[in-house]
């Protein structure tokens, strides 16, 4: 079976309902075996859902905060259920994600299971134009939903009937369509109907006035599109709105409003977006809870009492733990100077009271793809150069072209010593945790040189300096390449206490100063590298290829450049591959800045 179900239920034949409608569906039923003992019964079971008799829940105060709280059982859905007219605010004000009302159906239970187990949505789209193979038709089952069509007449019998997981009300067909007040009367019944009344409205209008607007939005309906009505934005709304996140992760938010009604209906809001939701009523608490849980998103008040919003976004952003988590500020306060000490505190995004799901979705999900777009940019920079990114901004900008550029470089080469030998004595997992080591102490030296990383090739390092100070580029790499040296000295026992072999590395590095060419190579259709080439960057990689192990070896133009900074050996006369002449070069001893710059 592909889903769990447990249940907490004293009555005899909602417990068989539910075990006979589930198993048809494939879900395997768990009925609570005490009472007393339901969180750990929970916690041994890991359900994908619980339902949960209302009485139950009230004799066991504090269990849903308890389940939410807990990694484990955070993404279980919880449904409440409830033959007494407040079960529904009873289910809202405990956290409970969903409530059933009993007597419930079948196309109930059904509604409920296409939203937690991420089945195809159903939309029920009201008009009095009914035609299967129109539009409609066509761009829901492109989007992944399957339509249902009612006409005004019967549109509540039907939305009873199926339960859908949104309803859609045409208001477009001219005289044929339904008549604008009418519009707000169903959504006001729909919404009045204890099993309809979380279904999410939206309505097309021709009818686009403000009073109009206004009316539909004070009935319920989430938005009133115009046309075109099924542009690719209106269906990610409806999408965003209907259809749950994809199994996996959900999106995190912690939610601090000190009015116990404003924060339960914004905690609804994400709910019903699609967010696991903490929550706290004032700065001070959400901290605490902060310390315990991983938030993606912070939405916050300003005034509140024990600590404000001000002061919990200045905690947040002196905080090397939470200092990268995105703040919406929501207030009543929406003066330019409020904006503008936002900013101030890197708040993310501003939005007033009062406020729809669909200005708090669009808010949110802008300001989390401004936060993936930002992690995909770090995650890239692990893969290229760290000035290729900063190549392709300009280019963007405007600022460069395409065209390649040459530059006054010093590029340095680094390689393991003997690395093949290593590779057949030890299996591939090993050859890598190793070559990992290595390059995270490595990286780390010539990072804080200055150097910038261009390329890894096997077990070699590819790195280039080019500040634009020919003595510094030169110096940084010369300081790199004598404490990649050093940094090798008791790296045997690192690899021991790490990976439990017994190995030494040992490197050669080759430096070299001139011209280079940087640049996009490649394919301009398919994929573009920043990188560097010419004779200089040959002439690095041959001095590296000569050097004696746990030396640096530097062409003469470096040392030239570093020779009141630095003791060497040298010179060198040496036959380089590729090169008809002889190159001289030096065996770098020591280096200290002694170059006095004004």
């Not at 770098?588 to 004004?598: A, F, V």
Request: hydrophobic share 40%.
């Amino acid at each position: 079976m592909n889903a769990k179900a447990y249940i907490a239920e004293n009555g005899v034949i909602p417990r068989k309902f539910f075990e006979t409608f589930l198993a048809k569906n494939n879900i395997k039923t768990v009925f609570a075996m005490h009472e007393d003992a339901i969180l750990e019964e929970l916690l041994s079971e890991e359900p994908d859902m619980f339902f949960v008799q209302a009485s139950i829940a009230e004799k066991i105060p504090g269990l849903i905060r308890q389940i939410k709280e807990n990694e484990k059982l955070s993404g279980m859905f919880i449904i409440l259920h409830a033959s007494r007219a407040a079960g529904s605010a009873f289910a809202e004000n405990i956290g409970a994600d969903r409530f059933l009302p009993v007597p419930f159906s079948r196309e109930q239970i059904d509604s409920i299971l296409r939203k937690i187990l991420n089945l195809s949505k159903n939309i029920l789209f009201i008009s009095s134009h009914l035609n299967p193979e129109n539009e409609v038709n066509s761009v829901f089952k492109n989007a992944g939903f399957t339509a249902i069509f009612s006409d005004i007449i019967h549109g509540m019998n039907t939305a009873l009937a199926v339960i859908p997981d949104g309803i859609i009300i045409d208001e477009t067909i001219g005289t044929s369509g339904i008549k604008p007040n009418h519009s707000a009367e169903l959504i006001k019944t729909l919404k009045a109907t204890l099993s309809l009344d979380h279904i999410p409205v939206f309505v097309l209008s021709e009818d686009i006035t403000s009073a109009h607007t206004e009316e539909l939005l004070v009935a319920g309906a989430c938005s009133v599109f115009t046309e075109p009505y099924f542009s690719d934005e209106n269906i990610r709304q409806i999408s965003e709105i209907v259809t749950p996140p994809k199994k996996g992760r959900k999106h995190t938010v912690l939610v601090i409003d000190d009015s116990t009604s404003v924060r339960n209906a914004i905690v609804k809001m994400f709910k019903e977006l699609g967010f696991a939701v903490y929550s706290a009523e004032h700065g001070s608490a959400a901290l605490e809870l902060l310390k315990g849980q991983k938030v993606d998103i912070i939405t916050t008040d300003y005034d509140m009492p024990v600590m404000n919003g001000w002061d919990f976004c200045r905690a947040v952003r002196s905080s090397a733990e939470f200092s990268e988590i995105p703040i919406l500020m929501i207030s009543t306060r929406g003066a330019e100077i409020d904006l503008q000490k936002g900013k101030v505190l890197g708040v993310a995004g501003y939005l007033s009271k009062p406020f729809r799901k669909e200005e708090l979705s669009r808010h949110v999900h802008r300001i989390l793809s401004e936060e993936k777009i930002k992690r995909e940019k770090s995650a890239i920079s692990k893969y290229v150069a760290s000035d290729a990114l900063k190549n392709v901004d300009d280019i963007l900008e405007g600022v460069k072209s395409l065209e390649p550029e040459t530059k006054f470089i010093t590029i340095l080469f680094s390689d393991i010593c003997s690395f093949t030998p290593k590779c057949e004595r030890h299996p591939p997992d090993i050859i890598i945790k190793m070559l990992n080591l290595y390059f995270d102490t490595m990286v780390k030296i010539l990072t804080e040189n200055n150097g910038i990383i261009d390329k890894f090739i096997g077990d070699a390092i590819v790195a280039r300096f080019d500040s634009g100070d020919r003595y510094a580029d030169a110096y940084n790499a010369g300081c790199a390449a004598l404490a990649m040296l050093s940094a090798l000295n008791g790296f045997d026992d690192v690899i021991q206490r790490v990976l439990g072999i017994t190995e030494t590395i040992q490197i050669r590095v080759g430096i070299n100063s001139g011209d280079a060419i940087l640049g996009n190579l490649g394919s301009s259709s398919a994929r573009l590298d920043y990188t560097m080439i010419g004779d200089a960057v040959n002439t690095a990689q041959r001095l590296e290829s000569k050097a004696q192990p746990m030396t640096a070896l530097i062409s003469d133009s470096t040392c030239n450049l570093l020779q009141n900074s630095i003791t060497a050996e040298g010179p060198l006369s040496l036959s380089l591959k590729g090169k008809e002449s002889i190159v001289r070069a030096w065996v770098l001893k020591t280096i200290t800045d002694s170059c006095i710059r004004t």
